[in-house]
């Protein structure tokens, strides 16, 4: 168990609909990070946060958007959702956001869109 | 082309062989090199972790990155069918605004067998 939690496990939704997948980084972690994982294009990075500021982008969705709360819990939001968005959405977390920290994995939430 | 390619396998050996795993890149401004370990519904979790070129062992394994090929690798000695999981590589800039971001290889499946 990396300390890291996310919720749902599993969401299953229309295209069209909008969803929030939720996560809680370790205890004492400041940064928390959102991958997406899908058979075709692997595990991609799509955005960090620190501290509840936004440290780095990838290639992030202009449909998707992600905060960090002062409680260092974090949330991503997916609209307009397309069949191409099912995949597996990991949140990571570490203690201090730089190159070289271990980021913790979370166990992932598995979104299906019909 | 992408940044990171990894041969997506599946690799199926033996119980006690020897087990090579292998990615390229193309970004030549990547410092961190990282092997993670992903279990079937599990989140990835770190192995082992190398700045720059040159050898790092720990127990069976050994990480070797070769920088000026642009090439790293994984050894596993002695191989047990609880190594049967999906191994990533990833890797991290030195420089710029990336900062935590990691990007992936597309992973190889390993399995195990006794």
């Known amino acids: 168990d990396s300390g890291v939690t996310q919720t749902p496990k599993h969401l299953i939704t229309a295209t069209g609909q909008r969803v929030t997948l939720r996560c809680s980084p370790r205890?004492?972690?400041?940064?928390v990070y959102w991958y997406q994982q899908s058979l075709d294009q692997g595990l991609q990075f799509l955005i960090q946060?620190?501290?509840?500021?936004?440290?780095a982008k990838g290639n992030i969705l202009e449909r998707f958007s992600a905060q960090q709360f002062p409680d260092l819990h974090s949330e991503l939001n997916l609209s307009s959702l397309e069949l191409g968005d099912s995949a597996l959405y990991f949140c990571?977390?570490?203690?201090?956001?730089?190159?070289?920290?271990?980021?913790?994995f979370g166990p992932g939430t598995r979104l299906l869109v019909l | 082309q992408k940044e990171v390619e990894q041969d997506p396998g599946p690799l199926s050996v033996p119980e006690g062989a020897i087990v090579s795993l292998n990615c390229t890149y193309s970004?030549?401004?990547?410092?961190?090199f990282m092997w993670y370990r992903q279990y079937s519904r599990k989140g990835p979790e770190l192995l082992m972790y190398?700045?720059?070129?040159g050898n790092k062992e720990d127990g069976r394994f050994t990480a070797q990155v070769d920088k000026s090929s642009k090439y790293i690798s994984l050894f596993i000695r002695d191989s047990q069918p609880s190594d049967s999981a999906t191994y990533l590589c990833a890797m991290s800039d030195a420089g710029g605004t990336s900062y935590g971001k990691l990007t992936f290889g597309q992973g190889t499946i390993l399995t195990v067998h006794p």
């Open positions: 990571a977390s570490s203690v201090a956001g730089g190159r070289v920290e271990t980021q913790y």
């Open positions: 205890s004492g972690d400041l940064s």
């Open positions: 970004n030549s401004a990547f410092q961190y």
């Open positions: 946060y620190y501290n509840g500021e936004e440290r």
């Open positions: 190398t700045y720059s070129s």
